[in-house]
Each structure stands twice: as structure tokens, then as C-alpha cells.
């Protein structure tokens, strides 16, 4: 059954931390490079009476019946009451996440703004936009009571905790943990705010008085609630990570440490500041609300966005700004063909970053096999970068997962930077990747085989003997192999273009008309593809895999993001190709082929693994590049989505991969979903 | 039932890491500032024909038939072979732990050495006593075999690796992680020793080639044995940990930074030095040969010193030198209580730690009751050091664990004072201390109470309406509380003596008398409450806890160590409380009273809660102060100590609390053990 009570992580920018909530019955807590969702117990509530009412993000509490509690302070027998799902009331917004119940409300603020160009010192308000640090507002309502009440917040699992009272005095409250995280709290309306360390929140209450227990685990905050009051909290949940922290081939250090010189300055400039992030947040809701997207989209987009912040890095390696994106849970920097994906979202809010990881790769992430100049699948993994012209990923001899991506990343190189400089208009950077440009037009020629026909035949010599995979690595060969595969000739197809756009603007003509022929061939041999009869491409371009994909369309998208619209339209040159994607979806978007009986995405017909990311992407090219108007399967689909994430996948915020709606890991996080935000584009 | 294939940790020198490794059907690996035994599968082994034969330190081992293996490169079906108990021969003693099994013999040593005074210059080896490494040596011999195998090592869960041979070219072989551990190797009669990194060892060998996946969590290395041959690979594992490592009240960072660069310098120093770290390692095994232990003694010895330098911090703040031992598992920092049963150990190796803690106390870690001076608990937790004179761990209004150790630490201060005194004749320390020595006097005094009769009667005020405890904090009363505690009394007997000794050294010969004069009130009123009918000391000197404890005697080891031993000689001015311990003794170390049903030592009647380290002193105690002599009873109990390690705890190395001769916990490690070197003492 789907639930309200998910987990969702939210996180500064660039930071590679968040702060986990809303997963009921686990904890969750303040993720710092970490690979998974940690488990530490949140206690959000107050004690009236003799109760604890208390939100049940903590472990068991949601079974939990505790019998063998002490008496409190008064000699009461001490109650639990971890409120049900039926008496949270979650607004789950694009920068706020808000919890209500009982006499208390816990509201989250995530991050999203726009980050102009850091890289060129052209950002004015570098300093804010990337404080390591998130606030929280949390308001217990006594109004109506007829006795003082006790709130509290509190974090288990809380190593080498410091209380800020006791480094920068009195009028500081707040705890931090050796491990990089912590918070601080001030109040309004509340009474006697006091730091405590105890074993939970359990033990606090049936002592005498509360402890500073430093070995234990939970550290927190203690109010009082007089009675006919109300107390409001306000919380800054931070992290701070300071000298070098990658290493291999760059040493990086965050860019923050340049401007905030530990943790409690950190904790200190968000609660200074905190009006003004709750006013980002506001803001970003009004933001949604403006969208018009249904309630399910807007929920979809934003737990996606949410997701993707916690991966971010804005580094510094000596004079250099180094944005890199971890891959989630798999913590890869700077995946190449995840890149691709978050393209539009960055490109939204800081398409800087894009141009930074390219020529990121041009420099140390390039290489050259027998073809000619390409790019590798990652920068490194786990915060240590590969050699140069390696990825920790890609291995020789194999013919599925950790396989090379030569050709793929290659078109992913191409398009990413055709949208980036059609977005931001910056011809001068295209010009000096000039060379790179014509060695990958070069490359994409040289993987097209003895006979050129567009569709990519040639296997990368750093396979030795194994074969050429794609994104899906993980898929079966509908989409895993990339040798002629239908998925990556429309990727093909559409980097000829954005090559031929690219060169337009630099009046390299000779080249523009190489590339603008190669996507006309392209074309062609695509289209000697189609079933007309069946109404359908077969996924492999090579006579046998006849089974249908949905990622046929996914390179379409980038003509309208790089100035081509017109080369998509189906009025336009490459009409015929569009009519027959347009007709192919119409074919298999049906049950038993590529939608699921919950009526989701299925992205091949012959395999149950789909990707959010990617069946967000196509939605968005089904509705808004083919103009296909199918709103009862989207509703659908939409449904479907959410409830794989709020009931297969209850645990995993932003999850990609996902079985058939489910999946069997507990923890994960991932970058991708972003895609989502192109249902926002006009 | 026992087992031969129990977990131990191989440690250097100061810097909070060792190696684990022994343990059965589980890994093992390393650790770095770990408060758990981490779990890294070891691959230690080789491929013969189509068998992969390996020692079991790898999850799943035992049971594991895995009949899912693809085919090997040559087509063959691979097989796995893990050796069984009976198959591994083991070899384990004071600073090696060999292996044998099949073709391979694999023998790890651990850091045992002197250190003279660091921090005052005297150590000329400094550097090679205190790198951060320790050396393995991994023969495979296959002279009677008749065609090349395959030997491997391989260590799961490594995070963030790179390889020696890229950063440094390829005369180095070895693997390093992120996480500031790794391994360098050197071959002797082996070919094509290489890197790799895959999954696990077997997906090694279903591969057509090796690769270096560097995502994939093993890093290992490969070489080849000829037909007629043997290899021999000496391995060293090393850590390093830059920069600032401690937070709170004092920031340090290890010594070893100061004279070693990086992890790969750490391993190349290891690998040159190898020769001599083995010929130290031959030492001491020599002398652990002539110590004349029984065999199972000899094996409760290796296993404590092995326990005790993986707790080890040698660190530098500022110019200063500081010598911390964490509490194990549970990372206090110089916890006291501990320190006190370390000594014994450290005055034989390292004396000058103990002053260094000492002196620590008295700077930052000493406080002032209603009473006087005393010593916090211990100095943190956690790599955070607590603000000035507070502990991680005492907090008011108890009675139990957790509450103030006022009393136990002002004696433990005394006493750890006279005996590196003692042992080092460092009489100007005493002099610079002077005024400490007089200050505990007073507050040792005050603490007896308005009736001086020598037994402790005045609970801290910090207690604050709670009790005093002693450090057997988990025990029940008859060893849980200070006040008119008979193993509290005892102490306090030996640290008036320890006073009065000092002070003579001082030539303070008021504060000598007042010493020891407190110090003969203090044994006659014990005296007064041994029953002499019953012929046994009761726990508590109230009146009512008559129960029955073997620490009660712990307090007379301190004057031989002191300089004091006629003091607790039969015949001497104390005999009278000497005879009685010794007729204490004598009937309560019987089964029902203070030996459990196994014959192994029952510290009080009343508690299941028996304490190895403290087991381990009352030991020596029994046979070397009070000169019992009780073959059987001490042969059985140390056959039960050790039944109860390598069964009831065998994944717990050095671990001291044990219930009934079990634990639930898994992965403990604890340093409190090496009491036991005391056996060793003439």
C-alpha cells in the first residue's frame, strides 16, 4: 500500500549531504558522503502528561509497544504514543516538507535556487547559495493547554557530540558530531531551551533531571511549552567537511571551506539567515503551484529534485571549481550518461556546471581507441578519482554491466554541449572545444562502420574482444547492447545534428554539412528500420532483436534543446522519421508491450527493469516533442510511478532502477530523476 | 566447543589500527579508529587446477557450496575449497599468527616492542618503532606440484582503492583505499605479481583476464606459483590518517605524520624494514618461550597484547605529546579505571605513557569536589576530548552505571603515580607534583568520612544525590558500589601506602606518616569486618552485603610494584590483613561461590558478570603477592578463560566483561586485558 510517509531527503547545494525524514518506522538523519540513507532515530514531539506524542521516524515505532519503561520524574509510568500515518499530515513541497500532528508541526527546507556562473566569479551571492547548511521550523501549539508541555527534538546515533553552549557560550544551543554534521536551535515563545545527550528520548524523560551524557548516542534539544503558548524552534541542520577530501588524479576540497571556517559558523550563518531560506522555499512553492501540473507530477518532481542536491559537489582542486554529481548510492563522480540526464535540470539553475564537467572531461576524462576521441563512464568512484582516461567502471573482455560505453558517452559529450551553449548562448566556449568537436565528429564517423549508414557498428578496441554497452547496463539487450541498437542510433542521429548546429555557429561549414549529412543517412537507415505493417521499430537494428523499446524517441529530445526544434517536427525534414517514432509509441505504449498492468512504463517489452529517470525523460518527448495527447495513460502512468516509489521502494528516495515496481534494496538514494523537470518547460 | 579459528587483531604502534583476522565462516581486516572488528571478506589462498583453496576469513565460508560458478577461463567448472578447522594449523603467539593449510602458510606479526620516552627525546628509533604497519609473509609452495598455480590475497570492502603501480609505476604492487588503509607487496620466487580489483576472488578467476575494476569492492593481488616452485610474498598493511584527528579541548594528530608522508611511504618503510620487523617478531616469541607459561596461558597473553595496541593513539598536540588509549569497542578516551589495569604493561614496555596520561589528568582532567581533587572517568570519546574536568561518561543523580568514580580515580591517580615512580626512579616528576600528591592526600581523607576509620564513606557532590560506583559499573552492588566498598577499601589501603611511599621519596615526612598512618586505620577497620568464623571478607563493609568477591584483594599488587612489597608480605606489619586475604581466598575460590560451574573466576557470589582483565590480576595476585599455591584451580579457571574466549566470545578479541562465560555482542575489542602480562613478571 502507497504511504504518506516516505523517505525524502533534503540537502544544501553542493555539499554532498542531506538530512533524511519521513520514512515511518526507521529513522533517517544526516547523510555526509554517505552511500546509503543512514538509520538514525529522529525524535520530533513533546511530552504532555505522562506521553510522549512523537513523529514515528525512529526505529519500531511504529509497532512499538514499550512496557518496560521507568517512571518519569513525578513517579507517572511514562507513555509512548508515535503518531499513526492516519494522524500525520505531510505537505510534501519542492524546497519544504512539512509534518503536522497532534499539537505539533515540523516543516524541512531543502535548497533549489539558481547558482550563476561560480566558475567566472559571476555569481554575487556565492557565499549564501552554498552554505552547507539546510533550517527547519518546529512550532508546538500549547494554546489551548492547561499545562506547561516539554518539546523536544533529538538525533540517535550521534558520535563525539560537542554542545555549541559549551565551545561559544549560553546563548548557543545546539549539538555537533565529530563526524561532520550537527545543528542549532533558537527559540521563540518557548522556555528554558537546553542541549541534552541521553540514550533516546525515552531515558531524558525518566531521569530526575536531563544529562549530558556525551557517550550516548542521541543528541538533542529540550523545551518547555508554557501552558496557554506556543513555542517555535527554529532549527539549522548543517555539515562541514574541511581540508582535502578527494583523492587519485585531483584533490578537491569544498568550496564552502573558503568561506565558512568550521561547523558552527555554518550553523551560525543559517540561523542568521534563516528568514530569507524560508522565504527561497516559500518561494519555490509558489513556484510549483504555478506549474499546473497535477498533484501526482508535482510530487513526483519534487521528491526528484530533492533527491538530486544530496549528490552535488562544488569543489575546488587549487584554482579550479570542480562541480561533480556522485552517483547516489554507487557514489561514481560525475557518471557521463548520468550527466546527460541531469542536463536539463542544470541547465535550468546553474548550466554552468555542465560546461564544468566537460571540460572536465576533455582534460583528464578523455581518450582515444581506434576510433577516435571519446569519453570514460565516471571520473572515479567513492571520492578517488581514476586515472586519467580510466572510469572506474568500464573493464575489457565483457559484453554486459562494466562494459565500455564508448559511443554513448561520445553523444553524450556532443549533445551536452550543444544544449549547453544553445542555452546559454556562450559561443566563445564553443569555440575554444572547437578541435574537441571535430575529432568527436571524426570518432562518431569512424563508429559508424565500413558502410556508413548512421547506425553505429563499431565496438571500441578498449572492449578487447567484448562489446560496446549503454546506459542500461543493466538491462537485457534491448537496450544493454549498444552495437546497432535502435536506442543509440537516435542518440546518433541526434548528435549529428547537435554537431551540425555547433558548427553553424562557429561558420565551420565544411563540418556542419558532414554532420548534417550523417543525420540524414541516420535518418534514412532508421526509418529502412521500420515495420510499417506492425507499426513499429524493432530495438535492434540488425534483423533479430525485434522487441520493442520505448528510449527509441530519447534522442529527439535534444534537437529542441540545442535550437533545432524544427528538425522535430512533423512538418519539418526529419518528419518521416517523427511520424514513425509517434506511430511506434502509439503501438507499444499499450499493456503486455511497454506499460506495466499497473499501467507504468515498461522501457522494453522484454524486461521488467525500468528507469524513473528515463520514462520521465520520454513522457516529456511523448507529450511535448511528439505532441502526443494521451492523458489517460499518462494519469496513469503517473499513479503507477508514485506508488513504485511510495510502496515498492518506500525507502529509497529518487530511485531509478525499479523491477517491475519493486525493488529489494533499502537505503538507496539516486541523483537521476531530475528528468522530471522538463514537464515544467514550456 | 572451542575453536583454534577465533578472531585476533594484529596491531603497530600508536596508531589506533590493526589487522583482524582468525575467524572462521567471517572476515576480518582493517581497522582504523574502528570501535567494531569490521567485516571484510580475506581472500587468502590459491587456485590449483579448477579449486579455489583458501583459508575460511571470509563471510559464508563454511557452509558455502556455491554451485552457481560460470566456467573459469578455460572452460572448467570452478570449485571453491575453503579449509576446515581441522585443516588450518595455527600458530599463534606474542607477535605472529601463522597459518598453514594445503600449499600456503600465512604468518601476520604484530607490533611488541619497548618505546623509550617519546616525549622527552629518549627513543632513538622513534620512526621505526611507531610506523604505522605491520608485515605479512604468504608462501605458496608448489615444488612437488607439476604445474603453475595461481596465489591470491584479496581484501572485500575497499573503498576508494587505487593502485601502488599507478601512482608510483611498476616496480610497486599494492592496493591503498580512501578510507587511509591498504597493502604493498613484494615477491620472491613468484611471476607476474599484479593488482586487481573485482567483486570477490572468485569472480577473479571466471573472468578470461584479471581486471581492475576499480568500483568493485575487492582489492587483491594475483601471482603465479611454477611447477617445482614456492613463493613467497611478504605483504605489509599499513594506515595513515593525516591531519587533525581529535576535536573538543584538544586537537591532535598522530605522531607518525611527522615522519611519514603518506600511506604509500608508510608501506614502501614497512616492506624495506621487513627483515627487521620479522627478527622482532622471532624475538618475541623467544621470549615469550622462555616465559615458562603454561600453553594456555601463553595464549591468554598473546591474545591481550594483541588486544591492547589496536586501542593505542600516539599524538602530537601542538609540541605536545600525548599518549591516549581508547576503551576498546566503546572509545573513551584514557578511560582511568583502565589505565590503572594498562599500567602494568605499560611500565614494562612504555613506562613514560603512563606519566604522560598522569600529567594529562592533572592538566585538563582533574576537578575539585566538597572534598578535593580528583580525576575524571575519562578524558572523551569518540575523538572528542570533553571540556575541562568533565568526563564522556559521569553524570549526576545515579547509583548505578554511569554515576561519578570519584574515590576509585583519586586512587587510581596515586597509585599509577607510585608505580612509574617505581619503576622508573623519576623522582623529579614526583617533585613537580608535589602539590597533587598533597592534594589527594587531603581529598583521599575527606573522603573517609567524619569518622576516620580508612573506609570510604562521602559520595562526590557531583553525584548530587546519587552514589559513588567503582569501575565495575555493570556489576551489582557487592562490586557496583564505592561506599564501604571492600574492593574500594583495598585500594584505598594501597594508595595511603603509595602516599606514604612517595612522600618518602619527598622527604615529607609529615605527609608520609599522615599516609601511613591512614593507611594502618585503614586495615585495621578492615580487619574489623572479616568474619573469622566464616573465614571470608563480606563485599561491603555495612553490614549487610556479606556476599562474597575475589577484588577485594586487588589493592595489595600496588606496594610491590611501589617499592613497598614487605608491606604486604605475610610476616610483615600488615600480615594480619594478608593472612585473612589469603583464608578469604581460600574459601570463597570454590565452585558456588566465586568459581563458576566451568572452574573459571566469578569475580562476586552474587553476579554472573565476571571481568577477564580483572580475573587475569586477582590471578596474579593469588599466586605472586599472597604466594598461594593452586595448580588446579588456576589450570582449570585458565582453561575456562579461554574456553570462554574462543567459544562464548570468539569473535570478541581481548573482550573482558563475560556473562557466565558468553556474550551476544559480536566485533568487541578491548584493550583492558594485558593484566595478564603480570604471569610474566619475576
Redesign the interface.
Known sequence: MSTDLFQAIHSPIGANAGFALGLAGLGGGFCLQSDRIPGQDIFIGYKEENTLYMLPFYEKSISSEKDTFAKDENGSSLQEHAFTEAEVSRSFGLATDTFQAGRLSFSLMNRVTELSDVERGEEPDVKAKILPAIVARFCVDNRDGRQDIQGFFGVGNM????FLS?IYGEDRCGVIS?DGYGFGAVAEGAAELQEIADFDMFHVFE???P?????ASMGGILFRVPAGGRAEIDLALGWYLG?TVT??LHSCHYLYTEYYEDLPHVLAAALADRESLFKEAEENEHYLEGTGLSSVRKKLLCQSVKSYYISSMLMKEGEKIRWIVNEGT?L?MNTFDLLIDHLFFECRYHPWTVRNALDFFVESYSYKDQCGISFTHDM?????F??EGH???E???LTDC?SYMTQEQLCNWILAAAVYAHRTGDTAWLLSRKETLTECLHSMKNRDGQIPDGIMDVDSSRCD?GSEITTYDSLDVSLGQARRNSYIAGKCFASYLALGSMFEKLSMEKYREMADSAADICEENMLAYYDSEKKRFPALFDGEGTMAIVPIIEGIIYPVFSGRPEAVSEDGKYGRLIRALKEHIQTVLVPGICLFEDGGFKLSETSDNSWISKIFLCQYIIEKVLHMNMPEIMDRADAAHWSWWTEGCVSDPGIDQIFAGKQTERGFHYPRCVTSILWTEE
Open positions: 558520535k563525539g557530540k560537542q559549551q565529530k531521569r530526575k533531571q544529562v549530558r551524557l556525551m557517550l581540508g583523492q587519485g554507487f561514481m572515479g568512484s567513492h571520492y578517488v581514476t586515472p572510469s572506474s567502471y573493464i575489457p573482455h562494466f574482444g
